[in-house]
């Protein structure tokens, strides 16, 4: 900007080319109008092109069709900020829902959804935002047809008070793991850096219908990035898992690998892993130590099928995770048992399956 004192600018008003004339103070000012750079970046392009598209498919669509997309958009009128009932038309609802769908990697849709209900808010227990973690845990997830979408601003100041507008999408369809929804990888991939500590973010998030591409009411968070939680300020604790490479007693163990995971309450228990009972025994076990189990007893009972030969052979085998009694640290042994079905001397095991344990806390 500059202002020029000159007669010969005393009439220029407006803009001409890239200047544009004003007048502040009495004062003829001149400055450089801003020019768009058109340049689109490649996620822009994409999301561009599917939104034509998808618009243009509307207009091909059957009188029946676009009756019953008028039909659905009369549903789907939002409140807006003034408590009028917002319009909106049969196109638009189009776009929006068959948007939603691609997002989730989902066909579009023709023939407009049925509208049953409203999808509900996220239920969360809490989420952590540190410089190595963003995850949020104790999701209770709709449905399996329910995704989680997320949006969150890059690296903004501890004292900014609104950063929503900031804010872009990290997860467009993410389906939780356990009630447990872990968004770092996404996050970096998207924003380039992993968040610092002291600075600030905001978040928003809401539940996507996969198959119907209806979405819930968005929800807003704001937290400063450090090692405590955003709702309980607590650290961080994984889900207990146990592998194979943890146990710590006999190295002639018939474990050739297993791993497994205990997540959500009721526990549930996911195991996998291919075991070989010796001789002609039907139990095993194994130790390890891992301060993260449950200081109770977990027992689950999973289907193991035959390897080899006896790859159509199945059986029920318990598994049995228990504290040591008596034993320093924090020692754990999983036994493994054949309680049903075809004797399997060796063996693959996969799946999940609830807690059966009477659970009985040890002093």
Request: aromatic share 10%.
């Amino acid at each position: 900007m500059k202002a020029l004192p000159s007669i010969a600018f005393n009439e220029f008003k407006g803009s001409a080319g890239d200047v544009t004339a004003r007048v502040s103070k009495g004062r003829q000012v001149l400055s450089t109008r801003c020019q768009h750079s058109h340049v689109k970046t490649g996620p822009q392009a994409v999301s561009r092109n599917r939104l034509s598209s998808i618009s243009r498919s509307f207009r091909k669509l059957s009188d029946s069709q676009m009756k019953e997309w008028v039909i659905l958009a009369e549903r789907m009128k939002g409140i807006s900020t003034f408590g009028k009932a917002a319009e909106l038309t049969a196109h638009n609802a189009f776009v929006r829902i068959n948007t939603n769908r691609a997002l989730a990697d989902m066909p579009m849709l023709e023939s407009a959804p049925v509208y049953t209900s409203d999808v509900p808010e996220v239920d969360y227990d809490d989420f952590w935002v540190t410089p190595d973690r963003i995850i949020f845990v104790g999701l209770n997830q709709p449905s399996v047809h329910h995704r989680l979408v997320v949006k969150m601003s890059q690296t903004t100041s501890a004292g900014v008070s609104s950063g929503w507008n900031n804010i872009v999408i990290i997860t467009p369809a993410l389906s939780p793991d356990w009630g447990d929804a872990d968004i770092t990888e996404a996050y970096i991939d998207r924003i380039g850096f992993a968040p610092v500590s002291g600075q600030k973010y905001f978040l928003s998030f809401w539940w996507m219908d996969s198959e119907t591409g209806f979405t819930g009411e968005s929800m807003a968070a704001s937290t400063i990035c450090s090692d405590l939680s955003n709702v309980n300020k607590k650290l961080y604790k994984g889900r207990p898992r146990m592998n194979f490479s943890d146990a710590v007693s006999d190295a002639n163990s018939p474990f050739k690998d297993m791993s497994l995971e205990l997540s959500g309450s009721p526990v549930m228990v996911t195991a996998s892993g291919e075991y070989g009972f010796l001789g002609n025994g039907s139990y095993m076990y194994v130790d390890f130590n891992d301060e993260t189990f449950p200081r109770n007893d977990v027992d689950c009972f999973l289907m193991g099928r035959g390897l080899g030969k006896c790859k159509y052979e199945i059986s029920c085998i318990e598994h049995s995770v228990k504290p040591l009694v008596g034993v320093d640290g924090y020692r754990r042994r999983i036994a493994i048992s054949r309680r049903g079905g075809q004797y399997l001397r060796e063996f693959e095991v996969f799946g999940t399956a609830a807690d059966v344990a009477v659970n009985v806390i040890r002093g």
